[in-house]
């Protein structure tokens, strides 16, 4: 009995390796890459490819890219344009998102839902993005999913932290005409990281305003 059943295992075993060794090589994403190869050179200046959103039914096509014909609009625009493509015969249309390029927050390494992200955590990158985020926002956040490395960060990908109250202590950094001062001050309003903030002086009473930064710094007069 139990010959028979190591027999019927090793010829199950034999029949897979046999199906893996005589199947069609599987090309990857083939419409989107040929998508993205027909726009990009034609996309104004300042313009991404953000995502292409390839029906399931067509993505589970064997296609090679000598099959493929892309017809590309004459004029591409930010917005969600429709691309008429050919697959082996087949006519489709694939919603394209084209974004303005911009800095955005992208993970240095993998991380798990739950983490809090620091400096190390994020890099920055020029991207077209639909909702990406800055590095200044992320900081401190908690992820709500699991981010791959290279992954760029979402709006929807992070709890942000709760705003620090008004009244509390925070570091001044001033960036003005090549000079840089740092003093101490504190939150006239309440304030998230990476959003405007209104700050007072300790020392002079002066009432300034800047961008809010981790761990409780206010630059003022240049992106941090």
Same mark, same amino acid.
């Given at each position: 009995?139990?010959?028979?059943?190591?027999?019927?295992?090793?010829?199950?075993?034999?029949?897979?390796?046999?199906?893996?060794?005589?199947?069609?090589?599987?090309?990857?994403?083939?419409?989107?890459?040929?998508?993205?190869?027909?726009?990009?050179?034609?996309?104004?200046?300042?313009?991404?490819?953000?995502?292409?959103?390839?029906?399931?039914?067509?993505?589970?096509?064997?296609?090679?890219?000598?099959?493929?014909?892309?017809?590309?609009?004459?004029?591409?625009?930010?917005?969600?344009?429709?691309?008429?493509?050919?697959?082996?015969?087949?006519?489709?249309?694939?919603?394209?998102?084209?974004?303005?390029?911009?800095?955005?927050?992208?993970?240095? &390494?993998? %991380? /798990?839902? =739950? $983490?809090?992200? +620091?400096?190390?955590?994020?890099?920055?990158?020029? !991207?077209?993005? #639909?909702? @990406?985020?800055?590095?200044?926002?992320?900081?401190?956040?908690?992820?709500?999913?699991?981010?791959?490395?290279?992954?760029?960060?979402?709006?929807?990908?992070?709890?942000?932290? &709760?705003? %620090? /109250?008004? =009244? $509390?202590?925070? +570091?001044?950094?001033?960036?003005?005409?090549?000079? !840089?001062?740092? #003093?101490? @001050?504190?939150?006239?309003?309440?304030?998230?990281?990476?959003?405007?903030?209104?700050?007072?002086?300790?020392?002079?009473?002066?009432?300034?305003?800047?961008?809010?930064?981790?761990?409780?710094?206010?630059?003022?007069?240049?992106?941090?």
């Amino acid at each position: 009995m139990k010959r028979t059943i190591i027999t019927a295992v090793l010829a199950l075993i034999a029949t897979v390796a046999v199906a893996l060794a005589t199947a069609r090589p599987v090309h990857a994403e083939p419409i989107a890459d040929a998508i993205r190869a027909r726009l990009e050179p034609s996309l104004p200046a300042g313009l991404g490819i953000a995502e292409i959103h390839v029906p399931t039914a067509l993505a589970r096509l064997d296609a090679a890219p000598s099959s493929i014909t892309v017809d590309a609009p004459r004029e591409l625009r930010a917005g969600r344009p429709s691309i008429k493509i050919t697959v082996r015969g087949r006519v489709a249309y694939v919603p394209v998102a084209i974004a303005p390029v911009v800095a955005v927050a992208v993970m240095r &390494a993998a %991380l /798990p839902s =739950g $983490s809090v992200l +620091s400096d190390a955590d994020v890099a920055i990158e020029h !991207r077209a993005v #639909g909702d @990406g985020v800055s590095a200044t926002q992320v900081v401190g956040a908690t992820l709500t999913r699991d981010l791959e490395a290279g992954a760029a960060i979402g709006a929807q990908d992070v709890a942000l932290p &709760a705003p %620090l /109250p008004r =009244g $509390s202590d925070v +570091s001044v950094d001033v960036r003005r005409s090549g000079l !840089r001062i740092r #003093g101490s @001050g504190v939150l006239e309003l309440a304030a998230r990281f990476g959003e405007p903030a209104t700050v007072r002086l300790l020392a002079t009473k002066t009432v300034l305003h800047g961008i809010l930064v981790a761990p409780a710094t206010v630059v003022i007069g240049a992106a941090p």
